[in-house]
């Protein structure tokens, strides 16, 4: 199981680089540009490219997160075992959900 | 070797886990080693002082200890290397239980050697012919780099990453596990495998090098981890085999 945690984390790093390039430059264009929520929501409404783009954002940061933290826990403290395990699983499935549920927001 | 026109100011550790350090004037030499001053203590000021050395020409492994701050093996470390202003401090090899004074409990860097699987296993019977190996294969050759190890530990206790996960098998195993996968003679190299993926093995490293920085005999661990890393990558493709 380490292997197939070790080769995810590295997987979804790589998604993650340049997604969160293209989104903080998307950041200080949006901020720059002085767009109004209104405007932002304007863009995204109906947009299937930006529910791909985050949609994949949050998928990625879903499964890279909780394996770096699950490794800084075993590291930093004594929690290990299928407690630990169970409970990034959860904390996974609270980033897929409240990420997925933003997305969902500015997209319908 | 004249007589000393001055003195090193030594300090040593003395007692196990609640211990002190106890200073000493050594008489300093032209070429002195860091045993030699741990042996003139004994021998001169305290005869009760616990440490740990064989060979004295760096091949048994048995004489490293922390020389002001870094694992050295000290029968091969000169005073004048690391001594530049006359003081020395002598503490035992860090990441590892305290016996007494600068003796270490090796328990449980060995264990972690067999727990790595490090231990040989022929994949052929007794009677049968030696296999031929050519040393300019890549797998020899990777053994080969890395099989001079003397089981110092000076890597493991220069490791913070030991240091964090009391279960990391640190990089003298690894290494020792490197050079295994790699020996076509071994019969349980898929084993090998597993065992350094599995929790506290190969993928806690951080590669950052500590091992390499330190170990006295030039080896660099942090390869064979890497090369660990991709062993057991590969397994995970199809047709990856051990």
């Not at chain 1, 949050?58 to 770096?68: F, M, N, T």
Request: overall charge positive; hydrophobic content about 45%; glycine content about 10%.
């Amino acid at each position: 199981m380490e292997t197939r945690l070790f080769a995810l984390q590295r997987l979804s790093a790589m998604l993650l680089a340049p997604l969160v390039l293209v989104h903080l430059a998307l950041i200080l264009y949006a901020v720059r540009g002085g767009l109004t929520a209104e405007e932002i929501l304007g863009r995204t409404q109906g947009s299937v490219g930006w529910a791909l783009f985050y949609g994949l954002f949050v998928l990625a940061a879903a499964v890279h997160a909780p394996i770096g933290v699950r490794n800084v826990l075993r590291e930093w403290s004594a929690w290990r075992g299928t407690s630990l395990d169970g409970a990034m699983l959860l904390l996974a499935a609270l980033l897929m959900a409240t990420g997925l549920r933003a997305v969902w927001a500015v997209v319908t | 070797m004249g007589e000393p026109d001055h003195h090193l100011q030594v300090a040593i550790w003395r007692g196990a886990g609640e211990g002190r350090f106890v200073d000493y004037e050594v008489p300093a030499r032209d070429s002195q080693t860091v045993l030699d001053v741990v042996t003139w203590v004994q021998r001169h000021r305290e005869p009760a002082l616990a440490y740990r050395f064989a060979c004295r020409v760096g091949v048994c492994g048995s004489c490293a200890m922390t020389v002001n701050g870094r694992p050295r093996w000290t029968c091969r470390t000169h005073v004048r290397k690391v001594a530049g202003d006359g003081r020395l401090t002598i503490e035992p090899l860090r990441n590892l239980p305290r016996i007494k004074d600068l003796a270490c409990d090796m328990t449980p860097f060995f264990e972690k050697w067999q727990r790595a699987g490090g231990r040989f296993k022929g994949s052929a019977p007794r009677g049968a012919a030696i296999p031929r190996l050519d040393p300019a294969s890549p797998e020899r050759r990777a053994a080969d780099a890395a099989i001079e190890c003397i089981n110092c530990a000076v890597c493991y206790s220069a490791c913070d990453t030991v240091t964090w996960s009391p279960d990391y098998l640190g990089p003298a195993a690894l290494n020792r596990a490197w050079t295994l996968v790699n020996d076509a003679r071994h019969g349980e190299r898929a084993r090998v495998l597993d065992a350094v993926e599995s929790a506290g093995g190969c993928h806690s490293c951080h590669t950052h090098g500590s091992c390499v920085e330190t170990c006295p005999v030039e080896l660099n661990p942090t390869a064979s981890i890497a090369g660990l890393k991709r062993r057991t990558l590969r397994r995970l493709l199809p047709g990856g085999g051990a």
